[in-house]
Nanobody, 124 residues
Framework: QVQLVESGGGLVQAGGALTLACTVS????????MGWFRQAPGMERTFVAG????????YYSDSVKGRFTISRDSAKKAVYLQMHSLKPEDTALYYC?????????????????WGQGTQVTVSS
């Protein structure tokens, strides 16, 4: 059974930074495409960032490009999301997700495995 556990969320002022972490147990982390999504109250879950198993490239939504960085550590079976220059509109529940097919996906239905989410709140 594949389990994903996010951590690192919290309350931060606008302009601040946070780093989210997601640890994966079970399954074959080394072959998964990993992603981060977020969901604000009353809104759809949307793609934030993604990274293939090799870490050879990264993908970002336009709203976070240049401010967020996704990375992964195969030895620790973890994926990270470094967030800088945070804005109030970044406030959301952030989810880590894993996809068995190791190529780009940006829709929630593309991903088979999900964490429970970690809350990020950015105050103005």
């Amino acid at each position: 059974q594949v389990q994903l556990v996010e951590s690192g969320g919290g309350l931060v002022q606008a302009g601040g930074a946070l780093t989210l972490a997601c640890t994966v147990s079970g399954g074959a982390f080394g072959s998964y495409f990993m992603g981060w999504f977020r969901q604000a109250p009353g809104m759809e879950r949307t793609f934030v960032a993604g990274i293939p198993s090799t870490g050879s490239r990264t993908y970002y939504s336009d709203s976070v490009k240049g401010r967020f960085t996704i990375s992964r550590d195969s030895a620790k079976k973890a994926v990270y999301l470094q967030m800088h220059s945070l804005k109030p509109e970044d406030t959301a529940l952030y989810y880590c997700a894993g996809r068995e097919t190791n190529w780009y996906g940006d829709r929630p239905r593309d991903f088979e495995f999900w964490g429970q989410g970690t809350q990020v709140t950015v105050s103005s």
